[in-house]
């Protein structure tokens, strides 16, 4: 069965220092990961996906996301924080095999940057 | 590409009434999904569209909650017979069939339904 786990439910980081967002995942077989942010009464936003190559994914607004198969792990990371990235941010996971639907959302972080 | 829509934004019916949300995809995305999400939680899949054909249903979706998507392009998602719990924000995403995004899903801006 696949699963993802954000096991941080807030984090809080001071404008300028770099975030961290953590995720972890389950699957049978290789992953594709994914991140999205959204923000208060919207829908998703796509940031970036893991499918396979280089295990460091760059994706939108500065956000990058480290792939480490061993550890099962895809954090999201930004070198330097900005008070516009304070939202609400879910990682998700599907199986290798698995149909186009089986996305599994984690359950999010919310992200406060403070200025 | 002007993105997902869906229609209405926000709706308040009361306990046990029908309601109808529309989803309109990107233009050439020919895969439509309908996902459920409460407070507090990540979207749930209810079910996936590819053109018209409804591929897959989960097991959230009971007998009250039905959707259609006629001629491959935009879908509805009905919910008859309201109940508290169905209060969520219902997303629709879609994403194409080819290319190199057919993994990517992208999301409208959501239904929040309020049921009193």
């Known amino acids: 069965a696949q699963s993802v786990a954000q096991p941080e439910d807030q984090v809080n980081v001071a404008e300028g220092n770099p975030l961290t967002v953590k995720c972890t995942y389950s699957?049978?077989?290789?992953?594709?990961l994914f991140w999205y942010v959204q923000y208060p009464n919207r829908g998703l936003q796509f940031l970036l996906k893991?499918?396979?190559?280089?295990?460091l994914v760059k994706g939108s607004y500065g956000f990058e996301a480290e792939f480490n198969k061993s550890q099962t792990s895809f954090h999201l990371k930004k070198p330097s924080a900005l008070v516009s990235d304070s939202a609400l941010y879910f990682c998700?996971?599907?199986?290798?095999?698995?149909?186009?639907?089986?996305?599994?959302f984690g359950s999010g972080t919310r992200l406060s940057i403070r200025p | 590409d002007t993105g997902v829509s869906q229609d209405p934004r926000h709706k308040i019916t009361k306990r046990g009434q029908n309601v109808t949300f529309r989803c309109d995809p990107i233009?050439?995305?020919?895969?439509l999904y309908w996902y459920r999400q409460t407070l507090g939680q990540g979207p749930e899949f209810l079910t996936y569209?590819?053109?018209?054909?409804?591929?897959?249903k989960s097991r959230l979706l009971s007998d009250r909650f039905s959707a259609e998507r006629p001629k491959g392009s935009f879908s509805t998602l009905e919910i008859q017979r309201t109940e508290q719990g169905d209060s969520a924000m219902y997303l629709c995403?879609?994403?194409?069939?080819?290319?190199?995004?057919?993994?990517?899903?992208?999301f409208g801006p959501g239904t929040r339904l309020t049921v009193l």
């Open positions: 233009s050439e995305h020919n895969r």
């Open positions: 569209f590819q053109n018209e054909a409804q591929l897959e």
């Open positions: 893991y499918i396979t190559g280089d295990n």
């Open positions: 998700a996971v599907r199986g290798f095999k698995s149909s186009a639907s089986k996305i599994i």
């Open positions: 995403a879609s994403s194409p069939s080819s290319g190199g995004s057919t993994d990517t899903q992208y």
């Open positions: 699957v049978s077989g290789n992953p594709y």
